[in-house]
């Protein structure tokens, strides 16, 4: 049964940090696109960062670029999403994704993603 299973969300003041974990269980990441997005109320979900299968670039959101670090461990099949200088714009729920394509990841979008985590609720708040 494939599955992903997320942790460390939380609540954290502005400026603060915190890292998301997506673990995977009954198949290997390898090959696959890994992917972390996230839904705010009332908005669409948006792609946060990526790391593409085939080369290992990766992609992340303007608005993210410089205060979030994507990464992956393959001895335990779980990936990572680094959060720093957190805003109160940052809050929502974080999804982690993956899925076999071929592309960058940059031009993928969230309906092409099959399998996702449970989501995580970062609240960035004072």
């Known amino acids: 049964q494939v599955q992903l299973v997320e942790s460390g969300g939380g609540l954290v003041q502005p400026g603060g940090s915190l890292r998301l974990s997506c673990a995977a269980a009954?198949?290997?990441?390898?090959?696959?696109?890994i992917a972390w997005f996230r839904q705010a109320p009332g908005k669409e979900r948006e792609k946060v960062s990526c790391?593409?299968?085939?080369?290992?670039?990766?992609y992340y959101a303007d608005s993210v670029k410089g205060r979030f670090t994507i990464s992956r461990e393959n001895a335990k099949n779980t990936f990572y999403l680094q959060m720093k200088n957190l805003k109160p714009e940052d809050t929502a729920v974080y999804y982690c994704?993956?899925?076999?394509?071929?592309?960058?990841?940059?031009?993928?979008?969230?309906?092409?993603?099959?399998?996702w985590g449970q989501g995580a609720q970062v609240t960035v708040s004072s």
């Open positions: 994704a993956t899925e076999r394509l071929a592309l960058s990841c940059g031009l993928y979008v969230a309906r092409e993603y099959h399998n």
């Open positions: 009954g198949f290997s990441l390898g090959g696959y696109v």
């Open positions: 790391i593409s299968s085939g080369d290992g670039s990766t």
